[in-house]
């Protein structure tokens, strides 16, 4: 059973890769543009040593690709304020509306699908998403448990799991 969920929850079919991968490249942003976008949003600003080393890429090669980022205005060389000496990367706000594009995109398509449920089938999906999120919140705390303090915790919040659950 555990399989036929998993293979369900993971199927990603050649089609829907290649649609995906097509909006995410309107406007020539390649998947190592993405990359240095993601990493940049998830870590903050970056000395560009740390975004080669991130890339796994010479600094002359990281150098390029942030040249043509900046270039589009995706992302821009600020110095660093503890140390003028010290350029690090930012991305703009542009930059950062690509995964917010990207996440409405991504939305829509959803709904879209979900649509197409019965509302006893969405409050039985909804049901089975927050017994999820209640699994995932219980493995992370065994992990965290397991692995290191308790300062490595992140609070989560999951709704309680009923029959009546609204969509």
Same mark, same amino acid.
């Given at each position: 059973? &555990?399989?036929?969920?998993?293979?369900?929850?993971?199927?990603?079919?050649?089609?829907?890769?290649?649609?995906?991968?097509?909006?995410?490249?309107?406007?020539?942003?390649? &998947?190592? #543009? @993405?990359?240095?976008? %993601?990493? $940049?949003?998830?870590?903050?600003?970056?000395?560009?040593?740390?975004?080669?080393?991130? @890339?796994?890429?010479?600094?002359?090669?990281? %150098?390029? &690709?942030?040249? =043509?980022?900046?270039?589009?205005?995706?992302?821009?060389?600020?110095?660093?304020?503890?140390?003028? *000496?010290?350029? @690090? +990367? #930012?991305?703009?706000?542009?930059?950062?509306?690509?995964? !917010?594009?990207?996440?409405? #995109? *991504?939305?829509?398509? $959803?709904?879209? %699908?979900?649509?197409?449920?019965?509302?006893?089938?969405?409050?039985?999906?909804?049901?089975?998403?927050?017994?999820?999120?209640?699994?995932?919140?219980?493995?992370?705390?065994? =992990?965290?448990?397991? %692995?290191?303090?308790?300062?490595?915790?992140?609070? +989560?919040?999951?709704?309680?799991? !009923?029959?009546?659950?609204?969509?």
């Amino acid at each position: 059973m &555990i399989r036929a969920v998993t293979d369900e929850l993971s199927a990603w079919k050649p089609r829907d890769r290649t649609r995906m991968f097509r909006h995410w490249l309107k406007g020539s942003l390649s &998947i190592v #543009h @993405l990359h240095v976008l %993601t990493i $940049l949003e998830d870590e903050g600003p970056l000395p560009m040593g740390k975004v080669a080393e991130s @890339l796994d890429v010479s600094v002359a090669s990281a %150098t390029g &690709i942030v040249d =043509r980022l900046e270039q589009r205005g995706l992302v821009e060389r600020r110095h660093d304020v503890a140390d003028r *000496r010290v350029v @690090l +990367v #930012h991305p703009t706000a542009a930059g950062l509306a690509v995964f !917010t594009d990207l996440e409405a #995109h *991504r939305r829509e398509m $959803l709904a879209s %699908t979900l649509a197409l449920l019965s509302n006893d089938e969405l409050k039985a999906f909804l049901v089975g998403l927050r017994a999820m999120a209640r699994a995932r919140a219980e493995l992370h705390v065994e =992990r965290a448990a397991e %692995t290191g303090p308790a300062r490595d915790l992140v609070a +989560v919040r999951v709704r309680p799991t !009923t029959s009546e659950a609204q969509p």
